[in-house]
């Protein structure tokens, strides 16, 4: 976006070898999530992952799609698949015209990326369609992957040991005839991620609700349900086949194009079912056609997240309880009384291919899209006035000036000395993104919620940190604010908390952050593996960085999160040797040190820290320095790319 290369080491190339095809009753989403559990285990961070083989040719391009888009779940820099008579087709299909498609296919066979078996990879992995099984994920990553069969025993064994409890709790729903327990379906929702714009697993959702109304099946009066699809082409042909009215009457209504539950965006449940999970602290459950369903992500109510595509998510929402066994159980009687289960309204093969065969056509995407540079009606409705700079409304409490500019000296500052800094957080494995910048609602009880309480703001009103991502007062004290965080320097708390020192005192993160700026002191995270996961989330890198954050030590840093903190002019250091934050015994008090960073630092340094412990021990490790290029090490002298953009238009 600001005109810049992408500069990194050059990768490994793992070949990911796809056979058959998928079995019967199986959906892309089936796929993708055992390819995810798969690559999780293999260790593809930092490499790129080419899917080949003979199956190629019995997966659609929105299957590929589905799966390339998983990239950052398996933690890949990316997923690809070759160009090939597929690709040509479908850019056919949704309106390009012939001279555009000519040229991507000359191109792609001029450049080796044209569909090719004697491909040279650094390593291969094989998968055979015709075993995956019908799968879901959950209930905290998109690699839990749980067969379908065992999602029941699973959830009873996760529920076991969130909770240790004997039996499950139950609590009636005021001003209702139904009663609510651990386990409970509270969410059910086909959400816009790639997944959801697979026209196949789309229509399979629509059928299945279609023979679930003819039965006379319905959805429980506890789940909240919701469609928001990707693109509107889906609307088009839901509507053309006439799935939607049936979709409609189970409940998965419209709501919008774009990110809704799959970032937090659910909107509140009802405000008697709310009050039932706190009452007797209900561990419900959320079921979403997302991509992502880390800790905290998707409701602060719902403790359990899972993965599904959407007919599964339609299924869900007739079974209500992670307690059904949706293979053994039934989902309801039909008007004769007769049980009614998973199979006698799971859609066949053939029966979604016939119905998209007669739903869709090109014309749809060139009457959706054609025109889209003009926008909406409502779009072209909105009065500005011209003008090359934007005009700051000073009293928006979404939209405001950002401080990165508001010094920036002529020349690079270059490497600033790293002296007795603090920890602000120690923290875990597989530490998120979400974790670090939360996008889902805003707490009352919170940092922001004070700040909002300044504007007069109400608490309906306050929205989500995602759609206030352009206020970086909000984003600020929203940075290691997830509800769901643990901070090893703060035992006994979830949530955004830490421990002030030398007080030793627990408040949140955001105040100790207010008064160690005060005292002029630098501050340092301490991460275990994988840190920074999930999606790019610029604001978890831009947070980290207002908040005065000098260095993030790990012990391996996820690909997206490390190259955006230097974006950002933070420090990234791994640990080596086997040294991690256990060894260490880091329990916050300590001082830390970066040695000699003053006098400059090369792409993959070795670069020593010393620990200063409150006992009088000094310790030093030697780390490496994951600034890996020399154009993230010009980043990192500017501090950081915005400044070195704006330095170079200067």
């Not at 997923?79 to 390009?96: A, C, H, N, Q, V």
């Amino acid at each position: 976006m600001l005109g810049q290369p992408i500069s990194m080491l050059i990768p490994e190339v793992i070949g990911f070898e796809i056979k058959n095809k998928l079995p019967e009753g199986t959906t892309a989403t089936d796929l993708v999530l055992t390819a995810v559990k798969i690559l999780r285990d293999k260790g593809v961070v930092g490499k790129f992952v080419e899917f080949y083989g003979s199956g190629l040719k019995n997966l659609s391009l929105a299957d590929r799609a589905t799966i390339a888009n998983m990239a950052p779940e398996y933690g890949a820099t990316c997923g690809f698949f070759p160009i090939d008579d597929e690709t040509l087709k479908y850019l056919k299909f949704s309106g390009r015209d012939n001279q555009t498609v000519n040229i991507v296919e000359k191109y792609a066979k001029e450049q080796g990326l044209w569909s090719d078996d004697d491909v040279v990879f650094s390593d291969t992995i094989t998968l055979d369609m015709s075993t995956v099984v019908p799968t879901i994920s959950g209930p905290k990553r998109p690699q839990d992957k749980v067969l379908l069969t065992e999602a029941s025993k699973n959830f009873k064994k996760v529920f076991d040991e969130a909770t240790k409890r004997k039996s499950p709790n139950v609590s009636k729903v005021s001003g209702s005839d139904f009663e609510i327990k651990d386990g409970s379906i509270l969410i059910a929702a086909i959400t816009s991620c790639t997944n959801t714009s697979n026209p196949n697993v789309l229509i399979a959702a629509g059928l299945l609700a279609k023979k679930a109304v003819d039965f006379g099946l319905k959805t429980k009066p506890w789940v909240k349900t919701s469609l928001a699809p990707g693109s509107q082409v889906v609307t088009d042909y839901l509507e053309k086949s006439g799935l939607n009215i049936y979709l409609d009457k189970l409940g998965f209504n419209l709501v919008g194009y774009g990110c809704t539950t799959c970032i937090g965006n659910a909107g509140p449940l009802p405000e008697n079912i709310s009050e039932a999970v706190k009452n007797n602290n209900i561990y419900s459950v959320s079921v979403l056609s997302g991509n992502r369903n880390f800790e905290g992500r998707i409701s602060p109510i719902v403790k359990a997240n899972y993965l599904a595509s959407p007919p599964l998510v339609v299924a869900y929402a007739l079974a209500g309880s992670m307690d059904l066994d949706l293979y053994k159980d039934s989902l309801g009687k039909n008007k004769e009384g007769k049980d009614i289960f998973l199979k006698d309204i799971w859609p066949t093969n053939k029966e979604i291919e016939n119905t998209l065969s007669n739903s869709l056509n090109a014309q749809m995407f060139l009457n959706r899209y054609s025109n889209v540079s003009k926008g909406t009606e409502q779009w072209q409705k909105i009065k500005i006035k011209p003008s090359s700079i934007y005009n700051w409304d000073e009293s928006s409490t979404y939209v405001k000036r950002p401080p990165f500019f508001d010094e920036l000296p002529d020349e690079p500052e270059g490497f600033k000395q790293i002296k007795d800094a603090r920890p602000l957080l120690i923290l875990g494995d597989m530490v998120t993104t979400d974790h670090i910048s939360p996008a889902g609602p805003i707490q009352k009880e919170s940092p922001t919620g004070e700040y909002f309480m300044k504007y007069q703001i109400l608490p309906i009103d306050y929205n989500s940190y995602g759609s206030r991502r352009g206020n970086h007062e909000v984003m600020m004290r929203g940075t290691f604010a997830n509800i769901r965080i643990r901070n090893e320097m703060a035992p006994g708390t979830e949530g955004g908390y830490t421990k002030l020192y030398p007080e030793e005192k627990v408040m949140p993160v955001y105040d100790a952050v207010v008064e160690y700026k005060k005292r002029k002191t630098d501050l340092i995270v301490i991460g275990g593996k994988e840190y920074g996961t999930g999606s790019s989330r610029d604001w978890a890198a831009k947070g980290t960085k207002l908040l005065g954050i000098k260095v993030v030590i790990a012990e391996s840093f996820e690909r997206i999160h490390r190259s955006n903190l230097i974006g950002m002019g933070i420090l990234p250091l791994q640990f080596i040797s086997g040294i991690d934050r256990i060894k260490l015994k880091l329990k916050g008090s300590e001082l830390i040190s970066v040695l000699n960073v003053e006098k400059g630092i090369k792409p993959s340094d070795k670069i020593d820290v010393e620990i200063k412990y409150v006992s009088g021990d000094i310790k030093k490790i030697k780390t490496l320095c994951r600034i890996d290029t020399k154009n993230e090490l010009e980043y990192y002298k500017n501090g950081g790319i915005l400044q070195f953009v704006l330095r170079n238009m200067i």
